[in-house]
C-alpha cells in the first residue's frame, strides 16, 4: 500500500520530534526520582549489610563455643589461650572460626580465663575505625552461650538515638572538605595538613565531652558534624581520605567517616549538647543547622583512639603538641617545593 506525500511528510515531522530525546524537565525529575531513591535505599542497604555481619559473628562465635565445650569435657579444663590452638579437630575448627571473625571485622584478642582455667570469656566488638559498619554492638561468649555487651549501645547514655550508631558527635562545623583547598598545596602536603588538623580534632573532641566518654579502640566513638555545601573541591577529599585514615591509623588514631542528613545530625548534636548539660551552645549550633538545611549533606567524622585524653592536665599538654605539629604541617606545606 503506497503512502501518500502528504501522509509522508507528516510521518517524517512525527519521526523527528520523537529524536529530539528527553526534555530539560524530564530530566530533572528522572534525577530527583534517582537520588529520593537513593537517599532511601543506601542507608536502609547498610544496615541489612551490618546486620548480616553481625549474625555470621554470632554464628562464628557458636561454632567456637561448642568446641570449647568439647576440650573442656576431654582436659577438664579450658585453653588458656585461644589464638595460639593446636592441630586437634575441635582446635581446628576454633581457629578456622576466629579467622571467620576477623574477616568480618569484629576483634579476636578479648579472650581471658577464669581460675584454675574453669570458665572462660571471648569479648569481640567492631574493629578499631569499624563501629556503625561492620557492626554496632559487642558479644561475649561464654560457656553458658552469647550474650550482647551493654558497650556496644554505651552512646545512647549521651542523648543519640538508637539509629545513628555508636558515636556521640560533640561539635557541627561547616565545610570541612573544602578546608585549605585554596592554598598551593600537593597531594602529598595536603594529606599531611588535613591528617595534623584530625589529630588537633581528635584531641580536642575529649575536652568538648567533658572527658565523660573515653573513645578508646573498643568504646563509643566521638565525632564532629561536619555540614558540607557540595562543590568540586569535595571530589579531591573524597579522593585523598583513603591516605588521610591510613596517615592517623599509624599514630593510634582510628577515623571513620560517614554521610547523615543535616536534620538527624543536628536533632542528635543537640540532644548530646543537653546530655552533657551544654545548654549555652544550642543556639548557636541550631542556628548553623538552620543555616545548611537545604542543598547540603552531614559528613560525621568519627574517632577512635588508642590513647584518649583523661582530664585537662592530660588535654593541655596534648593539645599543644598537636596544635603546634598542626601549624609546622601548614607553614611546610606554604613553603614552595625545593628544586
Avoid at 529520593?36 to 562465635?61: C, D, F, G, W
Avoid at 593446636?86 to 571467620?100: D, N
Avoid at 583513603?242 to 582510628?254: C, N, Q, W
Amino acid at each position: 500500500m503506497l503512502i501518500k506525500e502528504k501522509d509522508k511528510k507528516k510521518h517524517m515531522i512525527k519521526m523527528k520530534r520523537n529524536k529530539r530525546g528527553f526534555t530539560l524537565g524530564e530530566m530533572v525529575v528522572t534525577v530527583a526520582i534517582v537520588g529520593s531513591i537513593t537517599a532511601i535505599a543506601v542507608p536502609n542497604y547498610m544496615r541489612v549489610r551490618m546486620q548480616v555481619n553481625m549474625e555470621m559473628v554470632k554464628q562464628h562465635l557458636k561454632t567456637i563455643g561448642t568446641h570449647m565445650n568439647d576440650l573442656y569435657n576431654q582436659n577438664s579444663q579450658f585453653h588458656p589461650h585461644i589464638n595460639s590452638l593446636g592441630s586437634s579437630g575441635e582446635e581446628v575448627a576454633i581457629t578456622a572460626s576466629l579467622f571467620g571473625i576477623n574477616r568480618r571485622e569484629y576483634t579476636t584478642n578479648g579472650y581471658t580465663t577464669g581460675p584454675n582455667l574453669s570458665t572462660f570469656q571471648l569479648r569481640t566488638c567492631p574493629q578499631a575505625g569499624r563501629w556503625g559498619i561492620a557492626g554496632d554492638r559487642c558479644f561475649v561468649l561464654t560457656p553458658l552461650g552469647i550474650t550482647e555487651d551493654a558497650i556496644g549501645n554505651a552512646a545512647v547514655a549521651f542523648g543519640v538515638g538508637a539509629n545513628w550508631g555508636n558515636s556521640v558527635p560533640v561539635n557541627i562545623i561547616t565545610n570541612f572538605t573544602t578546608l585549605g583547598s585554596s592554598f598551593l598545596f600537593t597531594n602529598a602536603k595536603r594529606i599531611e595538613w588535613m591528617a595534623a588538623y584530625l589529630e588537633y580534632e581528635a584531641v580536642w573532641l575529649n575536652s568538648q565531652s567533658d572527658y565523660k566518654i573515653q573513645n578508646t579502640l573498643d568504646g563509643p566513638a566521638l565525632s564532629f558534624i561536619s555540614f558540607e555545601t557540595p562543590t568540586e573541591n569535595s571530589k579531591l577529599f573524597e579522593a585523598l581520605l583513603p591516605s588521610v585514615i591510613e596517615t592517623l591509623k599509624a599514630k593510634g588514631i582510628y577515623l571513620t567517616v560517614k554521610e547523615h542528613t543535616v536534620a538527624d545530625s543536628a536533632t542528635t548534636v543537640l540532644a548530646v549538647q543537653k546530655a552533657l548539660g551544654h545548654y549555652g551552645n544550642l543556639s548557636y549550633l541550631q542556628y548553623v543547622a538552620n543555616l545548611y538545611s537545604s542543598n547540603s549533606k552531614a559528613l560525621e567524622f568519627s574517632f577512635q583512639v588508642a590513647q584518649p585524653v583523661k582530664n585537662q592536665a592530660e588535654f593541655m599538654s596534648r593539645w599543644h603538641s598537636a596544635s603546634e605539629n598542626f601549624s609546622k604541617v601548614k607553614s611546610e606545606a606554604l613553603l614552595p617545593e625545593p628544586g
